[in-house]
């Protein structure tokens, strides 16, 4: 027999969006983490009360519509070059709070260049890097961020990536905390509530490493892509867990705070 079931009062869901995130309708597939990672960002944006000074450098990919998504000015970059077009933003417009949206496609591929050579430099500005381990807007091929053994449309069944085919995945923020001029670097999962409520934290630190003029501040977020994996919502969340966390080990890098100089120059233990 079924029963009626009514919502407790006072557990009413309330949903306010923030101001800096737009009323649009998303493009993204169902079950795709990008719109939270855009709320998180849009949160933060507020919290810092920078959101009219905000400049959003979009990037070439799933996320290429982020534009869309966010109540701030916004620049269209080429495939990969987000950080040279937000250098000469910044550059030209200090005042402004500068921030590129970038997935591993993008980033960590034909983009290697720019995102290191802007840490190198030690630009003040702010990297989301969306690490869902695939090209995603393209149909699946294989990333720089697939696993050993993961199954793309370009590493196929039976064996998927075979490192002596393709090399292992690389590691963005191992290899940007050893930068100087990265004055803020950290990995986070959006996979349940406790890890997204620390990928707020490490977003809302790179955008102050920015606005206190430390140097370049970059948060890569684990992130689903069920639709390519071709598992359900679910069962990709889990499968981030399983199998992208132990290859990509969550924490802060380095913290230009934690590390006593106020330059960013010293590099935190991930943990």
Same mark, same amino acid.
């Given at each position: 027999?079924?029963?009626?079931w009514e919502?407790?009062? !006072?557990a009413?869901i309330?949903y306010?969006?923030p101001?800096? @995130?737009?009323d649009?309708v998303t493009?993204?597939?169902p ?7 855009h709320?998180?960002?849009a949160?933060?944006l507020d919290?810092l ?7 959003l450098i979009?990037?070439v990919?799933?996320s290429v ?17 987000a ?6 933003v ?6 402004s ?5 970038q997935g ?5 591929a034909i983009?290697t260049?720019e ?5 190198m430099?030690?630009?003040k500005?702010?990297?989301?890097f969306?690490?869902?381990?695939i090209?995603g %807007?393209?149909?699946?091929?294989m990333a ?8 793309t ?6 064996t998927g990536? @075979? ?5 292992m995945p690389i590691?963005?923020c191992?290899?940007?905390?050893q930068?100087d !001029? ?11 509530p406790?890890?997204? *409520?620390?990928?707020k934290?490490?977003?809302k630190k ?7 003029g430390h140097?370049l501040?970059l948060?890569e @977020?684990?992130?689903?892509c069920?639709?390519?994996w071709k %598992?359900s919502?679910?069962?990709a969340?889990?499968w981030?867990?399983s199998?992208m ?6 924490g802060?890098?380095?913290?230009w705070?934690e ?7 010293s590099?935190? *233990?991930?943990?």
């Open positions: 027999m079924a029963r009626n919502r407790p009062k !006072g009413e309330v306010e969006r101001e800096a @995130l737009s649009t493009h993204y597939c079950g795709c983490t990008h719109g939270i990672a709320r998180l960002v949160e933060v919290e009360d920078v959101r009219d000074r905000t400049i979009a990037s990919g799933c519509l982020a534009y869309n998504y966010f109540n701030v000015d916004a620049q269209q970059a080429a495939h990969g070059r950080p040279a077009v937000a250098t000469g910044k550059r030209t417009s200090p005042g709070v500068v921030f590129t949206y591993d496609g993008d980033l960590a983009g260049a995102i290191i050579h802007a840490a430099r030690g630009e500005i702010t990297t989301i969306i690490n869902n381990a090209f %807007m393209t149909g699946g091929q720089p961020t697939t696993l050993v053994g993961q199954e449309t370009t590493t196929p069944a039976p990536r @075979l490192p002596e085919r393709a090399g590691r963005v191992e290899i940007l905390s930068i !001029g990265a004055a803020y670097v950290a990995r986070q999962a959006l996979n349940n406790a890890n997204i *409520a620390k990928a934290r490490s977003i790179a955008f102050e490493a920015q606005i206190n140097g501040g948060v @977020l684990l992130s689903t069920n639709v390519n %598992m919502p679910g069962d969340l889990k981030l867990e199998n966390i132990p290859v990509f080990p969550l802060v890098f380095k913290d705070a590390a006593g100089s106020g330059s960013g120059r590099e935190v *233990a991930a943990g």
